[in-house]
T-cell receptor, first 114, second 116 residues
Framework: AQTVTQSQPEMSVQEAETVTLSCTYD???????LFWYKQPPSRQMILVIR??????QNATENRFSVNFQKAAKSFSLKISDSQLGDAAMYFC???????????FGEGTQLTVNP | NAGVMQNPRHLVRRRGQEARLRCSPM?????VYWYRQLPEEGLKFMVY????????ESGMPKERFSAEFPKEGPSILRIQQVVRGDSAAYFC??????????????FGPGTRLTVL
């Protein structure tokens, strides 16, 4: 079974600084996809970024980028120039190409200090 | 383009009552997924449906829980004889097709169920 682990329950960053959130996963599949979702206090799940496992190039979306290390099964999220609106719970998620479900980590609560 | 709609946003039930949660997928999406988020935890998969078919219900509790996605109308997650342990946020997501190669699950705002 696939598992997703986020080892940092809480992180904090100063406004305008950079922060990296960690995620590791375990799978025997070769074809899969990885996601970061953001859940602000409104509890809406918002897609931040996605990465295809077959792509070597790391995905980027504006201030958000990932460091995907396939051999190490690591998928970290880097937030540059942090803003107050980035404060939220961040979830790492895995989706096997052969499956139908997203498997989520337990989340990292990010605080942005002014 | 309207997003995934869920209603009600908040639902309060007493123990033993029934809870019905509704989800309307994004326009053009025919695949619906239900997830449950217990307090202080991540989301856990419950069930995956296409129109009129349950594709994967391996995450659904065996008793009291059922789901449907009729040809017309929203997907319904039904919880019979609710207990306090059912108190959670229930999220619905939709996607246009199951292959994730170009696909993503988009989430609704969730329904927060409180069982008294």
């Amino acid at each position: 079974a696939q598992t997703v682990t986020q080892s940092q329950p809480e992180m904090s960053v100063q406004e305008a600084e950079t922060v990296t959130l960690s995620c590791t996963y375990d799978t025997s599949e070769s074809d899969y996809y990885l996601f970061w979702y953001k859940q602000p206090p409104s509890r809406q799940m918002i897609l931040v970024i996605r990465q295809e496992a077959y792509k070597q190039q790391n995905a980027t979306e504006n201030r958000f980028s990932v460091n995907f290390q396939k051999a190490a099964k690591s998928f970290s999220l880097k937030i540059s120039d942090s803003q107050l609106g980035d404060a939220a719970m961040y979830f790492c998620a895995y989706w096997a190409a052969s499956g139908s479900r997203l498997t989520f980590g337990e989340g990292t609560q990010l605080t942005v200090n002014p | 383009n309207a997003g995934v709609m869920q209603n009600p946003r908040h639902l309060v039930r007493r123990r033993g009552q029934e809870a019905r949660l509704r989800c309307s997928p994004m326009k053009g999406h025919s695949h619906v997924y239900w997830y449950r988020q217990l307090p202080e935890e991540g989301l856990k998969f419950m069930v995956y449906l296409q129109k009129e078919n349950i594709i994967d219900e391996s995450g659904m509790p065996k008793e009291r829980f059922s789901a449907e996605f009729p040809k017309e109308g929203p997907s319904i997650l039904r919880i019979q004889q609710v207990v306090r342990g059912d108190s959670a946020a229930y999220f619905c997501a939709s996607s246009p097709r199951t292959s994730p190669s170009t696909d993503t699950q988009y989430f609704g705002p969730g329904t927060r169920l409180t069982v008294l």
